[in-house]
């Protein structure tokens, strides 16, 4: 039977990630875990979150989750799920604390001064609701997902990548700023799938089909 690990690092929506998984994978090993030595032996991993980056790499630290992290993202399918995604990256303008680099780039606090709707209308930060996600190009987890499709958002904060090419989806709030990104065997949403209904559970779907 194929196993699929939600990490545990004390923070995220954890159990209505892994139950929107078993509902689209019934006859998959769903397991939460802050165990590194099961996060090394799951076929697959799922980093979700939210919260703070530095909560989140204070926590990966102390629960000697790092190492399992990066040879996870190295070796295996890795969705990464909004904080799990801003991780991924270089620095975090929040508390301005190094993520784990995997992707070049930093994270930053949407501008106030360009929180501005296509009608002149302030926008709100934090980034909380729904909105429409553009890709750039196709990929897997995207099957079957209309372009523009919908889906849950809560963020104040953006990833910046330094190369174009790992960018899988754009989304307009006052800015068009990064919403996927994919490279190999990583894929990383800045939205939330297990609250975005039938577009969200189509993309763990897909994902757990998935064989990069």
């Excluded at 975090?92 to 360009?114: H, K, N, Q």
């Excluded at 302030?122 to 997902?145: D, F, S, T």
């Amino acid at each position: 039977m194929s196993a699929v690990v939600v990490i545990d690092y004390g923070m995220g929506n954890l159990r209505s990630v892994a139950k929107a998984i078993e509902h689209v994978a019934p006859e998959c090993r769903v397991e939460i875990t802050a165990d590194p030595a099961r996060v090394a032996a799951a076929d697959r991993v799922v980093f979700p979150g939210q919260g703070a980056m530095p909560d989140c790499m204070r926590e990966l630290d102390l629960r000697g989750l790092r190492p399992a992290v990066l040879d996870a993202a190295a070796s295996k399918p890795f969705l990464g799920i909004c904080i799990g995604l801003q991780m991924l990256f270089e620095r975090s303008g929040e508390g301005d604390v190094p993520g784990l680099g995997i992707f070049t780039g930093e994270v930053v606090r949407f501008r106030d001064e360009a929180m501005r709707g296509g009608d002149g209308a302030r926008l709100k930060v934090p980034h909380m609701g729904w909105n429409e996600v553009w890709r750039r190009r196709p990929h897997p987890l995207w099957e079957g997902i209309p372009d523009g499709a919908r889906f849950y958002f809560v963020h104040s904060y953006h990833v910046c990548p330094a190369a174009a090419g790992v960018i899988a989806a754009e989304t307009d709030h006052g800015i068009r700023f990064t919403s996927a990104v994919e490279r190999a065997n990583i894929f990383a949403i800045q939205f939330h799938p297990e609250k975005s209904a039938q577009a969200g559970l189509r993309l763990l779907s897909n994902f757990m089909q998935w064989a990069p």
